[in-house]
């Protein structure tokens, strides 16, 4: 109850959008979820892999790791054809205080074979299937930019994965149009991110356009 009101009040997103982005919850409480998983038969080893834990690296007893997201909103990354390949988590105020990462706002799953920072684009998958043929992509900075754009009626909305655009980033999108939207925030970073960008794009062969946003907002902030 508490985690979807933070999600219909405080961030203003219709429960329907959670369900069809597969948003979720990681429970502050993680006790349950290992010997769940045990009990349904998977290894330690399989266990250690997933990203999901800390600890996998200096306890041998899989009772003993902690999980990475305690109590954070949790967001499903795709690959291209629509697969969960990863996790990023927001935190929020119940956030564990002993959590390693608290003062992180967002955290990814680690790099896997499957996940890949410069080569992950956040939402192509459902970006590439619902805008019309020769529409651009509109490159936001976040995830949550992202689907806010896309609740807003711009299907061509996507994100990197918390790090720099990469030739990566840009060479899967020049497979699908010839045209970038540039939406990112108009704080410093926002502008420096870019900047930094407009010489990768035009490498690439792409024809990049730049939207900026009045008072310092980002695109979440501007469409909700």
Known sequence: EWIRDYWTSKRKFDLQIAEDFGIGFAPVDDSKLIPG???KGYTKEALAQTGLFFGTDRMPDPLRWRCRF??????PIRDIQGRVI???A???DITPQDDPSREAKYVNSPETELFKKSRTVFNIDRA???RKDGEPFVLVEGQLDAIRCHTAGIPGAIAAQGTAVTEEHLQQLRRFSPQLIVFLDADTAGQKAALRLLPIGLKEGLDIRFLSLPGGKDPDEYFS
Do not use: D, E, N, S
């Not at 305690?70 to 967001?75: E, F, N, T």
């Open 86 to 88: 990863a996790f990023t």
């Open 90 to 92: 927001r935190t929020l």
């Open 37 to 39: 998983l045990i009990k």
């Open 128 to 130: 590439r299937a619902t």
């Open 70 to 75: 305690r109590g954070r909103l949790i967001i």
